[in-house]
């Protein structure tokens, strides 16, 4: 596929998907939604809906959880710990994300001030996708992200979701990240390493027009428009929106343009008394030329910006390094108080991931273009100085149900559900010849184009029971149990590493037992300790060897105890972290042959401090700071991609519609690789953005709202991540700091 084509000649599978979702949201935005997850008490002619109950430890209405009080520490805190919480817990609300996320930032950029959290994004601040992510150590790879509470399924080979296909940061009313396996009740496929929970903004309670746009550095161009229904009283209360926005960039490395259109709409409804209809979809199409990482000889000689090149004989030309990606996500939610204290929640969804990239064979390194007799539709062609790449593509059709029930008891809460999830993928990849329109070729007569050639699914059970129980006042105990079994299975004409014919079937279930203990000593000071066991399957990759292993599942036993305290001047929370990683899967390459195998374990330890103190009204101090020790337990090795420390600080200002940030992140020093020893060291570095705005009232209510950003303001240029190696096997590939950047953004509320 030709890059100018990657809007106008969608496949008939991805039509399907995105027909269905603009008539779905059609139908919301004209018929309206309700705020929140239910409302509170309906009337015929009122626009109050009812409120059906939460599903909390402390039953319906847990009063630790509701919202902070404006004009307090907790309501202006760029994140801070909830008093409900029974584990490690950073919350980024809504406040600090309309005053100072940049709105072309993707969610995994929100969470990145939150403690013993790095984030890189190499091309700027939301352009493409994030690079990599971890918390506490633990990859992208090894925790869930979802979204309304639903995991957002990802590659069918690690579990990791492509944050940049997804959901965008004017669709989003908080993000939560969770830095434990939660409890029985908390479902996905890697509770393993913790969970970022997003959650869509509530709809609004007056019709509104909602233009906004965003210009700024590397020729980012943003603009959007939202559109709220208001409450329409004729449906009983329901409100909805429907929110568009295109995104067009340059990127800080050179030639990473980036094309983003994004759909988002919510729709949420009461029906009779006791029931609310939630109704969530989106639509994604990017298009981006993307950098795979460049050597440390390259960005001195060619700069800290050095992506991709506009030589065609080169395998790393921009016009030979593209992805194209069509991605959609629905739910649909019926939750319903069944009176006497049940309440059920069912929740149906569907997602899709549509990605088809051409790669050069070896960019930025040092393979050899083509020269000699290959084969091109078998014939032998004479080839000098071709350059050679790849075509890759990749999607899947995910889809699953989520079932939880509550019932409210004298003694506490029960909780049970089960979520079911099936996911099925095609994926391939061929040899081409880029510099002659993408031609397959082979390397002998009897040879196949094709690297690898595979159908994959995956299946997954997760039952789970726990109870909330009350035994004392201020006490929760939630002991829980949860049961996970995940089926992989592969048919390959081509395997992936072997290429020869594999067909497997692997299942991968544990117990995964949990209990937490949350007790208020006093009003805004809460206390918790928690055990849980974590799970994760093995990658796809264990079955794409000659024979394949019957490997135990990665596990982690999570131990961890802290405490909350918050008052309206300040809000602190600090906790101590022990985690046993076990059944680690490690590798080996036996006479060419990939062998894997459970190869021992683990250790991730820590502290983690959080708080923010309001020094004055509207002016506020935000700081937090980690110690993260992981090392495998025989060697005493560090694990790659994890930093020793974290850290975070920066006054805030609030007040009369103005408001201002300065944070600065600290990532401390770590290693690209750990197998077999540490290898690739990279330095500390810090960063800081800047965020100003001023919220202008207008008439009726209404308003506008100018915002200015600069992220990286001291322009650091540190590498900050090794993205593998060259094609020898041991040049490494680098990712730095994208370079100053400064946004401005405007948005009205009509």
């Known amino acids: 596929m030709k890059a100018k084509d990657w809007m106008t000649r969608p496949s008939r599978k991805r039509r399907r998907p995105a027909l269905c979702l603009r008539i779905t949201l059609a139908a919301a935005l004209a018929g309206g939604a309700v705020r929140g997850v239910a409302a509170q008490a309906l009337n015929p002619d009122t626009s109050a809906p009812r409120d059906i109950g939460t599903v909390s430890a402390a039953g319906n209405g847990d009063a630790l959880s509701a919202p902070p009080a404006p004009g307090t520490a907790a309501a202006a805190a760029p994140s801070r710990a909830p008093l409900d919480a029974t584990q490690p817990t950073s ?10 996320v940049i709105p072309t930032q993707n969610y995994d950029s ?6 013993s959290v790095q984030n890189v994004e190499p091309v700027g601040p939301g352009l493409q996708q994030n690079f990599y992510q971890t918390i506490r150590g633990f990859s992208y790879k090894q925790f869930n992200s979802t979204f309304d509470g639903i995991v957002i399924p990802g590659t069918i080979s690690s579990f990791a979701p492509q944050s940049g296909a997804y959901f965008m940061a004017h669709d989003i009313g908080s993000v939560e990240v969770d830095r434990g396996p939660g409890t029985a009740s908390t479902t996905g496929y890697a509770t393993f390493g913790g969970t970022v929970s997003i959650r869509s903004k509530p709809p609004l309670d007056t019709f509104t027009v909602n233009p906004y746009g965003t210009i700024g550095s590397f020729n980012t161009k943003l603009r959007g428009i939202e559109v709220d229904s208001g409450v329409i009283p004729r449906l009983g209360g329901a409100r909805g929106y429907l929110d568009l926005e295109q995104v067009d960039s340059d990127g800080y490395l050179t030639n990473t343009t980036t094309r983003r259109i994004n759909v988002f ?3 949420e409804a009461p029906i009779g008394e006791s029931t609310l209809l939630t109704f969530g979809g989106m639509y994604n199409r990017s298009f981006t030329h993307t950098p795979i990482g460049a050597t440390l000889d390259q960005i001195r000689r060619l700069g800290a910006n050095y992506g991709l090149n506009n030589d065609p004989r080169s395998q790393a030309y921009r016009g030979y390094n593209y992805d194209a990606y069509s991605t959609d996500f629905e739910y649909l939610r019926v939750k319903s108080d069944l009176g006497d204290g049940w309440v059920i929640e069912e929740t149906p969804y569907t997602a899709s991931y549509y990605h088809n990239g051409i790669v050069g064979l070896d960019p930025n390194g040092t393979t050899p273009n083509l020269t000699g007799r290959f084969f091109i539709n078998g014939r032998a062609t004479a080839l000098s100085n071709a350059v050679p790449g790849r075509a890759v593509h990749s999607d899947f059709r995910d889809y699953g149900n989520l079932l939880r029930v509550t019932k409210d008891t004298s003694y506490g809460q029960a909780r049970a559900g089960l979520w079911f999830d099936r996911n099925a993928a095609n994926v391939y990849r061929t040899n081409i010849v880029l510099s002659r329109s993408n031609v397959s070729y082979a390397r002998t007569v009897a040879g196949s184009p094709y ?3 595979y159908h994959a699914n995956l299946t997954t059970y997760q039952p789970y029971f726990e109870f909330a129980a009350t035994p004392l006042p201020g006490l929760v105990i939630t002991p829980g149990l949860k049961y996970t079994s995940i089926t992989r299975g592969l048919d390959a004409p081509i395997n992936q590493g072997t290429r020869v014919r594999a067909k497997y079937d692997r299942t991968y279930d544990a117990l995964q037992p949990s209990i937490d203990a949350r007790y208020t000593f006093a009003k805004g000071l809460v206390g918790y300790v928690q055990a849980a066991r974590g ?5 796809l990759g264990v079955l794409q060897t000659l024979a394949p292993q019957s490997l135990s599942p990665q596990d982690t036993w999570n131990y961890q105890v802290g405490a909350t305290w918050q008052t309206d001047r300040f ?14 899967i490690a590798s080996r390459n036996v006479g060419g042959t990939t062998i894997y195998f459970n190869g021992g374990g683990a250790v991730y330890q820590g502290v983690e401090l959080e708080g923010t103190a309001r020094v004055t009204e509207g002016l506020l101090i935000y700081a937090n700071a980690t110690v993260n020790d992981t090392h495998y337990k025989f060697s005493h090795t560090r694990l790659a991609a994890s930093p020793d420390r974290t850290a975070a600080i920066g006054p805030l200002i609030d007040r009369d519609g103005f408001s201002a940030s300065l944070l600065a992140k600290y990532i401390g020093p770590q290693y690209g690789q750990d197998t077999p020893v540490n290898a690739f060291k990279l ?5 800081a953005d800047f965020a100003m705005g001023y919220t202008l009232p207008i008439l009726n209510n209404r308003k506008l709202d100018f915002r200015l950003n600069a992220n990286n303001i001291a322009d650091d240029h540190s590498p900050i991540f090794l993205n593998g190696t060259a094609g020898d096997g041991k040049t490494g590939l680098f990712f730095t700091n994208a370079g100053r950047s400064v946004f401005f953004s405007l948005a009205a509320s009509l």
């Open 571 to 584: 809000t602190v929370s600090g906790d101590l972290y022990y985690i046993d990683f076990g059944n680690r």
């Open 265 to 267: 709409g919510k729709f």
């Open 110 to 115: 929100i969470i990145k001030f939150t403690p």
């Open 91 to 100: 919350l980024v609300g809504p406040r600090f994300i309309d005053r100072a």
């Open 535 to 539: 799970f994760l399957a093995p990658p």
């Open 451 to 453: 690297d690898y050639l």
């Open 683 to 687: 330095k500390s570095y810090v960063t």
